[in-house]
C-alpha cells in the first residue's frame, strides 16, 4: 500500500520560496510518477507538476513554469516541490498523490490512485 506524507507547507509573504516535500512509501516507485496537485477553497483541484520516478521527465502546469521546479530522492524516496516567486493565487492545499501512468503529456486528478493528506501553503503580506 503506497503512503505519501507532504511537509513543508507554511506561511511565506509574496515573492518568497517554500519547499514541499512528500516521503513515499509501501512500494518501489521504478513504474511510477509522482506529482503535485493543489485546491484552494471553492476550487476544484488543479494540475501543478509531476516527475517520472526515472527523472528523465518533468510536466509543469503553466502557471508555475519558471517558478517551482519539482525534484526527486530516489534513495530517500522523496519528491519535491521547490516553490519560488511566490504569488497570493498560490495559496491552497497542496497534495503529493502518485500514478502508473508515466508517458502523459497531461495529468487529471483521476489518473492518480494515491494521495498524501496534503499541506496548507498560504502566500500574504
Known amino acids: 500500500q503506497v503512503q505519501l506524507v507532504e511537509s513543508g507547507g507554511g506561511l511565506v509573504q509574496p515573492g518568497g520560496s517554500l519547499r514541499l516535500s512528500c516521503a513515499a512509501s509501501?512500494?518501489?516507485?521504478?513504474?511510477?510518477?509522482l506529482g503535485w496537485f493543489r485546491q484552494a477553497p471553492g476550487k476544484e483541484r488543479e494540475f501543478v507538476a509531476a516527475?517520472?520516478?526515472?527523472?528523465?521527465?518533468?510536466l509543469y502546469a503553466d502557471s508555475v513554469k519558471g517558478r517551482f521546479t519539482i525534484s526527486r530522492d530516489i534513495a530517500k524516496t522523496t519528491v519535491y516541490l521547490q516553490m519560488s516567486s511566490l504569488k497570493p493565487e498560490d495559496t491552497a492545499v497542496y497534495y503529493c498523490?502518485?500514478?502508473?501512468?508515466?508517458?502523459?503529456?497531461?495529468?487529471?486528478?483521476?489518473?492518480?490512485?494515491?494521495w498524501g493528506q496534503g499541506t496548507q501553503v498560504t502566500v500574504s503580506s
Open positions: 516527475i517520472t520516478w526515472s527523472g528523465i521527465t518533468t
Open positions: 498523490a502518485a500514478t502508473r501512468y508515466i508517458s502523459r503529456t497531461s495529468y487529471s486528478p483521476s489518473d492518480f490512485d494515491s
Open positions: 509501501g512500494r518501489t516507485f521504478s513504474n511510477y510518477a
